[in-house]
């Protein structure tokens, strides 16, 4: 019996069942790989960057620091008296994603430290209740560039974050913008 016989031999309610069948595992084997590509990028584990940019994962050869260790910028009172531009990072020091952050806000302070004042304030910091309240942070690392001359600022994305080119032209035409 070839494959035309069987086919015609077929009920055709089975074949229908049969189709269906295929289709749906189709269907969850595309949701499931989409549900794991974005776990990935959620937990910053997806490769959005060369892995030469990509923050180091804590491992037992390559402690990571927390946040609150890196010595990084300045006062956030100095920073907004200074008149200078500021780049400010609110951070947990429990915060994954800080953490892993961190490498790159360092990279940035080294590249544009003379262009802007970087200042780092952990949202535990009860000397701090009232500038979290007022940027309205509710989601670490949140990444704010500030114009202190007119009081104006702009929130960067965490989709960025992984983009060195891209974070070094955002600050480089905010700072040609508000100088």
């Not at 008149?83 to 990072?89: E, F, G």
């Not at 609110?90 to 490498?103: E, I, L, N, T």
């Amino acid at each position: 019996m070839d494959i035309r016989e069987v086919y015609e031999n077929m009920d055709k309610k089975h074949a229908l069942v049969v189709v269906l069948l295929a289709l749906i595992a189709i269907a969850t084997t595309f949701s499931a790989f989409q549900t794991y590509k974005l776990n990935q990028v959620l937990s910053g584990e997806a490769p959005s960057a060369p892995a030469a940019e990509r923050p180091a994962r804590p491992s037992a050869d390559n402690p990571t620091k927390k946040p609150s260790e890196y010595k990084i910028g300045m006062d956030y009172k100095k920073a907004i008296e200074s008149k200078k531009p500021m780049l400010i990072l609110f951070y947990a020091d429990w915060c994954g994603f800080c953490v892993r952050f961190m490498p790159i806000y360092e990279k940035l302070y080294k590249a544009h430290k003379r262009n802007f004042n970087f200042v780092k304030i952990n949202v535990e910091d009860e000397q701090y209740a009232d500038v979290v309240k007022k940027y309205e942070i509710s989601a670490f690392p949140t990444v704010f560039l500030v114009n202190t001359k007119e009081d104006t600022r702009e929130k960067l994305q965490n989709r960025d974050f992984g983009d060195m080119d891209k974070l070094n032209g955002i600050l480089n035409d905010f700072y040609k913008e508000n100088k």
